[in-house]
């Protein structure tokens, strides 16, 4: 027989080289591997006063190196009276304790958690912080929150942040040594208001009072000569004081503010949301004034028809697509396709038509510098 050539000898001894290697891999799959046992964890949270603590959210965080991770069965929530219980793997984990308020965010150190079960047990402490917050008339604020925020915590496991909500005019939480920015906010019918202090360093037992009082100021809010707007929001806004209020049927409004610089806005109500709003820097606010906003401005309108007929459309929204403005400045065109709309002077917005049965359309960076009419012919989306 002839000899095979020296390159196919080496293959053949190459290959019969590899077959117990590949067996040899094969078989390793077959190696029974131990599964990683579950354990029921359990315990109670409790408030700072040693009740149970309510719909709190615990979660058990992996952590690697700077990194941590969880899922959504490493997570429940306590009962009505501080209790809890879950199932996880044994391991080591840090627990997170969050709440939407009345008790601070907090992530613990490392649990060990093994079979048969693990018990974990925990107490909020800290410093109580309360008071009674009062409005520009002296009277309790009937409802509205306090919203604590760390400021300059050295740690992620230090941060706190907490939504406290005001009750009949009191509030109360409880807060590690630190220090805090607190926004004291009033809510009502007619608006709200809120005051903001930073740093405020907490290290005991506090009460602190406060009042949203401040200068009056009042006005009108119209569009155009005459003609009030009713429900728009009035808003003035700083790093130390937030207000907000809401016309009456005459336009008019009034609002409390300390004295410092302000940036206003201004938007409409419900039934006048074809109209842009207001936004201005100033005037700053020193003692009692009266600020009037005209919100009268660049008028756009039109038709919208749809082709190739050149029919009016109704029902169409033609809205403004400028940065982002909430609520839509919107129009709807009514029977004979007629829209409206009223545009701050001096920038460049995008139109936005969506007709029903037809592809959208959109009209972008026109100045709204003059009065303007517009055609706006939709395609159909089925010629």
């Known amino acids: 027989m002839a000899s095979l050539p020296s390159t196919h000898t080496a293959f053949l001894r190459a290959t019969a080289l590899l077959v ?16 990683l046992q579950r354990v029921r964890v359990y315990g109670t949270i409790r408030d700072a006063e040693g009740n149970g603590a309510p719909e709190v959210r615990l979660t058990l965080l992996v952590r690697s190196g700077r990194y941590e991770t969880s899922a959504s069965w490493l997570s429940t929530e306590t009962d009505s009276v501080g209790n809890f219980q879950l199932s996880a793997p044994e391991g080591e984990y840090f627990p997170e304790l969050r709440t939407e308020d009345r008790l601070p965010h907090v992530t613990l150190g490392p649990l060990r958690v093994k079979a048969p079960s693990t018990r974990l047990d925990y107490r909020y402490g800290g410093h109580r912080v309360s008071g009674t917050i009062t409005d520009h008339g002296g009277a309790l604020v009937d409802s509205g929150r306090v919203t604590v925020e760390s400021v300059n915590a050295a740690t992620y496991d230090q941060y706190v942040y907490i939504r ?14 630190g220090e805090y920015s607190f926004w004291f906010t009033s809510e009502g019918p007619a608006g709200a208001e809120a005051r903001n202090f930073i740093p405020v360093a907490i290290a005991t037992d506090t009460t602190w009072d406060v009042s949203l009082g401040g200068h009056a100021v009042t006005g009108t809010v119209t569009l155009g000569a005459g003609t009030p707007l009713a429900g728009a929001s009035v808003v003035a806004g700083s790093s130390q004081a937030y207000a907000l209020a809401l016309t009456d049927p005459s336009g008019n409004y009034a609002l409390y503010l300390p004295s410092g610089d302000y940036d206003w806005s201004v938007t409409p109500g419900p039934s006048n949301s074809n109209t842009y709003r207001l936004f201005q820097s100033g005037p700053g606010i020193s003692g ?81 510098g003059n009065d303007s009419t517009f055609d706006l012919t939709v395609s159909p989306a089925n010629p």
Request: charged share 15%; net charge negative; with cysteine.
């Open 164 to 177: 406290v909500p005001i009750a009949a005019g009191h509030y109360a939480t409880y807060l590690p040594t």
């Open 288 to 368: 009692p004034a009266v600020l009037d906003f005209d919100l009268s401005g660049v008028r756009w309108s039109g038709v919208v028809r749809m082709a190739p007929t050149n029919d009016p459309v109704s029902g169409a929204r033609v809205y403004v697509n400028y940065e982002f403005v909430y609520p839509d400045v919107v129009s709807t065109s009514d029977a004979a396709g007629h829209f409206d709309l009223i545009l701050r002077p001096s920038s460049r917005y995008s139109l936005r038509v969506e007709a029903p049965g037809a592809f959208p359309l959109t009209v972008g960076g026109v100045l709204a």
């Open 20 to 35: 117990p290697l590949i067996v040899l891999v094969s078989c390793a799959t077959d190696v029974p591997m131990k599964p």
